[in-house]
């Protein structure tokens, strides 16, 4: 049972353009996401969270959409840049749990 | 500041052996979880520690156990390795709860 899905395993965009990475969840339970960057030969490198109590939540360049109605969450980034070419995880988790429930990721490829 | 450090880094073991693999937390985190991540899938969880104590556990089989030690460094050991055992096993620690975790490089097991 995948509670997080992540349903575009690839992504091109140009440079300077926007990328949109989108996460689908099923357990209203969930109230707390992340999205984590990896490169190859390097563990997850935190990007961006947001809690529930939020529906928007910005970093720099990265910005996090969340959409509890429809249990889906988006990452945007503005402008992509080649060096944000890696495979972005999504993650959530809920209250009385410690673990996080991972999407199966989302390879993003900035072309210059 | 060191990040969260794991080793080693490649391992290669048969069938049937047992593994241990360390892991260093990041410089004030107190609490270590650890997840498997399968080609081409996200991270799993496997289990917690904290306070040297397993706090919560992932759908993983008995053979995969754990220690947490004094000074917050922990071992994932896995006995009775399967050929299905082969993935990256990555640690993260963070201080509290609803901080994002910070992973390590992680431990490439390979199982022939």
């Known amino acids: 049972d995948q509670q997080v899905k992540q349903n575009s395993p690839s992504l091109s965009v140009q440079e300077g353009r926007i990328s949109i990475l989108n996460c689908d969840y099923t357990n209203s339970m969930f109230d707390y996401f992340l999205w984590y960057k990896k490169y190859p030969a390097e563990g997850p490198t935190f990007l961006i969270s947001i809690s529930s109590i939020k529906d928007k939540n910005e970093d720099g360049r990265f910005t996090v959409f969340l959409n509890k109605s429809a249990k889906h969450l988006s990452l945007h980034i503005v402008p992509s840049q080649p060096g944000d070419s890696a495979v972005y995880f999504c993650a959530a988790t809920a209250s009385g749990t410690y673990k996080y429930i991972f999407g199966t990721g989302t390879r993003l490829k900035v072309l210059a | 500041d060191a990040g969260v450090t794991q080793s080693p880094t490649h391992l290669i073991k048969t069938r049937g052996q047992q593994v241990t693999l360390r892991c260093s937390p990041k410089s004030g985190h107190d609490t270590v979880s650890w997840y498997q991540q399968a080609l081409g899938q996200g991270p799993q969880f496997i289990f917690q520690?904290?306070?040297?104590?397993?706090?919560q556990r992932g759908n993983f089989p008995d053979r995969f156990s754990g220690h947490q030690f004094p000074n917050y460094s922990s071992e994932l050991n896995v006995n009775a390795l399967l050929l299905g055992d082969s993935a990256l096993y990555l640690c993260?620690?963070?201080?509290?709860?609803?901080?994002?975790?910070?992973f390590g490089q992680g431990t490439r097991l390979t199982v022939v």
């Open positions: 993260a620690s963070s201080p509290r709860r609803y901080t994002e975790a910070f």
């Open positions: 520690y904290y306070e040297e104590e397993e706090r």
